[in-house]
């Protein structure tokens, strides 16, 4: 048996740390960028939020600022959009208000994928605490054999999450650009192309949790195989 924090599966997880750690970059260098450059409408993010929304008839959709950097989301539950750089006239604020406004649109034509993840979200939220909670009791109580698959179906879960995830944020981009063009709130290329870098690379940062939960699965598997061996 290997020592209780040590084994050589860990080490499958570090592509995906390498990879996430580059999409993070990737993401703040390109939000840092175009944070600077401003939208030629001179529509601050929350003003272009709004009128995307009633562009498409969502007037109960409420807009709201929110502290902290880069915390933009859309609530489904409360039908609330919360945009960080409300007051921002940057593509980048005004890329990332109206890629939260795509999902807001997935919401009102009821997106299957967006349902899905949403019922998926309360048991994903946990599952990779709660299954690493699970692999340290499993390696004390190592011929609990339920644990151990407790603790798979658990990170599978996670997995499933963040491939459904993928969908719903390239859709909630794609959307993004097509709303921006169509309402001539971002008509120039080059703005159309900017944004297009920033929203890119906040897809990137989805596809690199998705590779890290694959992975994390892997070394759960290859951890829980080489425990049962030991038995
Ligand atoms: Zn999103």
């Known amino acids: 048996m290997y020592g209780f924090f040590w084994h050589p599966a860990m080490l499958v997880v570090i592509p995906g740390l390498l990879l996430a750690l580059y999409a993070q970059y990737k993401v703040m260098s390109a939000y840092r960028k175009y944070s600077q450059v401003g939208a030629s409408t ?25 502290p902290g950097h880069l915390s933009d989301h859309y609530d489904p539950r409360t039908k609330t959009l919360r ?13 990332v208000a109206a890629h939260e406004a795509g999902h807001a649109l997935q919401d009102a034509e009821k997106y299957p994928m967006l349902a899905l993840r949403s019922a998926v979200v309360p048991i994903a939220q ?6 690493i909670i699970l692999f340290f009791v499993g390696l004390l109580f190592i011929h609990s054999q339920p644990l151990w698959t407790a603790g798979l179906i658990l990170f599978s879960a996670a997995l499933a999450f963040s491939l459904i995830t993928l ?23 080059k703005e159309l192309d900017s944004i297009q870098t920033v929203l890119s690379a906040a897809a990137l940062t989805y596809v690199a949790a998705a590779i890290m939960s694959a992975l994390e699965l892997l070394q759960y598997f290859l951890m829980a195989r080489s425990a049962s061996n030991d038995r």
């Open 42 to 66: 001179g529509m601050t993010a929350a003003q272009a939020a709004r009128r995307l929304l009633d562009r498409s008839g969502l007037y109960n959709v409420k807009v709201e600022a929110v």
């Open 83 to 95: 945009i960080s750089a409300a007051e921002s006239t940057s593509l980048a604020a005004i890329g």
């Open 126 to 131: 946990f599952a990779p605490p709660i299954g």
């Open 167 to 189: 969908p719903v944020e390239f859709d909630a981009s794609s959307r993004a650009i097509r709303v921006l063009r169509d309402s001539g709130i971002v008509v120039a290329q």
